[in-house]
């Protein structure tokens, strides 16, 4: 047994790297975005902006949005997943930036960050974003309604490109209400986090979506560069096979 458990210690470990390093993103990982025509400049199209920090209902609200019709709500996890690793891509693919092909990874020259190794990278894109370029991404998505748990500093952003969004503000619970749910939220989502982790490490240890994806894609009908090129379905409210499986994969590229 205890050989037994140094060698699943090991193959977890090595397994985690691999994910975390983004081994074989480059075998079947995809540079495809968002590929709806843009609308006018500075025009993003969403309807509503949910403005509220994790555990204030944001999740909640978004899958109401979304029976309600708002079919392209977006949690930040969606705006990360499909938007926000596409800007990252394309501004450090320019040359001046350093020519990352084909896409932005933990080495040189994003350097985006790991658990271990915190960065700038995602600043440095922040930072260059005009109110144009950002409205087009966003509209290209499609997005009707957007949660900012998690990415609240780009809130005015999105604000000035969306002049006809109606904001919804979660402002229900008190302060100490507030940071009591938080606090027990803030371990229960580590312990998760790290369990999970372990429990996917496995598909990051050889290239398996190179094989698998195609053939979740053949059996569902449904593809990851549609999925990635219409902007959704949101995976946070409806997801397909290839969807879950390619996002337990590209988990630490696209987050």
Known sequence: WCWFLVKLSALTWLSLT????SVWDWAWETPTTCQRPALPANQSGIKVLIYGPQKTGTKSMTKALANLGYGQTFHSEDFIFNLWVGLADEFWRRPENGGAYPFATVYPPAWKGTPWNQTDSDSKVFESLGPEKLAAAISRCGVDALAFDGIEELFWPVYEVSPEAKVVSLNWRTWPEYY??????????????TAMCILISPVHLLPWS?????????????????????????????????V????????NRRW
């Open 18 to 21: 691999f994910g975390l390093l």
């Open 244 to 251: 879950s499986f390619f996002k337990y994969n590209a988990i």
């Open 210 to 242: 190179v094989i698998v994806l195609p053939i979740l894609e053949l059996f569902t009908g449904k593809t990851i560069d549609g999925f990635l090129s219409s902007g959704g379905p949101p995976w946070t409210i409806s997801s397909t096979l290839p």
């Open 180 to 193: 009591k749910s938080w606090s027990t939220f803030e371990w229960q989502l580590s312990a998760a986090i």
